[in-house]
């Protein structure tokens, strides 16, 4: 029995190492902690004049962006109730912060005397300078974590099997769209696991844990570009990066409970 944790350890640790640099690799491609959101915001024109307006627009935008991409998030669909407790308890304790913006339209709008300004927004779903806000003691993380297992197996799944359809060219029905339906969740998951803490001793197996969901992740959002762009190279590393995160995920949710 000793001899089994002792090479079970080993086996974690050697993961460990081994995917510090291909999990570099991926999150350089891809952030998977921010949503593209598109808002319009409005601003009134004053005395002062179009200047001051078209300001406020922004400011207006800009903070309907970041409501607009929490509310995305906590209200994205899931399959697992239990889940839906975990996810709600940390998004609602979290703000998001817009990391950049464009502006695609603007607009002086006479009959109303306001200025409207339209703009694409990536806004973060936390701040990375900010520490976890939701601790875990012992009790809870077993009563919680199994629900968090749930949820990614659910989308793990869900990949793979759009990846065995890509693989065996069965494409007829396959859109991007499946892709980007996952994604939301997986982001959410993402969300919840960067803002959890768990007790000292699970948290070496919970970062782990928390790589195979950003290889998943990663994967699912390369097969998505892979749709778009029927580049084969795409679709090598898609399938890469979905073969790592499903050995991760495959020895770390063995031993979950």
């Given at each position: 029995?000793?001899?089994?944790?002792?090479?079970?350890?080993?086996?974690?640790?050697?993961l460990n190492l081994y995917f510090i640099n291909t999990m570099a690799q991926a999150e350089e491609g891809t952030d998977l902690e921010t949503i593209e959101i598109?808002?319009?915001?409005?601003?009134?024109?004053?005395?002062?004049?179009?200047?001051?307006?078209?300001?406020?627009?922004?400011?207006?935008?800009l903070k309907l962006a970041v409501e607009q991409a929490r509310g995305v998030m906590i209200s994205s669909n899931t399959e697992v109730n239990n889940f839906v407790?975990?996810?709600?308890?940390?998004?609602?304790?979290?703000?998001?912060?817009?990391?950049?913006?464009?502006?695609?339209?603007?607009?002086?709008?006479?009959?109303?005397?306001?200025?409207?300004?339209?703009?694409?927004?990536?806004?973060?779903?936390?701040?990375?300078?900010?520490?976890?806000?939701?601790?875990?003691?012992?009790?809870?993380?077993?009563?919680?974590?199994?629900?968090?297992?749930?949820?990614?197996?659910?989308?793990?799944?869900?990949?793979?099997?759009?990846?065995?359809?890509?693989?065996?060219?069965?494409?007829?029905?396959?859109?991007?769209?499946?892709?980007?339906?996952?994604?939301?969740?997986?982001?959410?998951?993402?969300?919840?696991?960067?803002?959890?803490?768990?007790?000292?001793?699970?948290?070496?197996?919970?970062?782990?844990?928390?790589?195979?969901?950003?290889?998943?992740?990663?994967?699912?959002?390369?097969?998505?570009?892979?749709?778009?762009?029927?580049?084969?190279?795409?679709?090598?590393?898609?399938?890469?990066?979905?073969?790592?995160?499903?050995?991760?995920?495959s020895i770390i949710m063995k031993g979950s409970g």
């Open positions: 029995m000793k001899k089994k944790i002792a090479l079970y350890l080993l086996v974690l640790l050697t598109t808002v319009s915001g409005v601003g009134a024109i004053s005395e002062v004049g179009i200047a001051d307006a078209r300001k406020s627009a922004i400011d207006d935008a407790l975990v996810k709600e308890n940390v998004l609602s304790k979290c703000r998001g912060y817009v990391k950049s913006y464009r502006i695609v339209d603007e607009k002086k709008l006479d009959k109303d005397k306001a200025y409207r300004v339209s703009i694409v927004a990536n806004v973060a779903l936390r701040d990375p300078k900010t520490k976890p806000q939701i601790t875990f003691d012992e009790k809870t993380a077993k009563l919680k974590m199994p629900a968090i297992f749930d949820e990614i197996r659910t989308l793990s799944e869900k990949t793979n099997q759009m990846a065995e359809l890509i693989d065996s060219k069965d494409m007829q029905n396959l859109r991007e769209s499946g892709f980007e339906r996952l994604l939301p969740r997986y982001k959410t998951l993402i969300q919840v696991l960067s803002t959890v803490q768990l007790p000292e001793e699970r948290m070496k197996r919970f970062l782990i844990f928390k790589k195979g969901v950003l290889l998943k992740a990663s994967a699912t959002l390369t097969f998505k570009e892979f749709l778009k762009t029927r580049d084969s190279k795409v679709f090598q590393n898609a399938v890469r990066l979905n073969r790592k995160g499903n050995i991760i995920l």
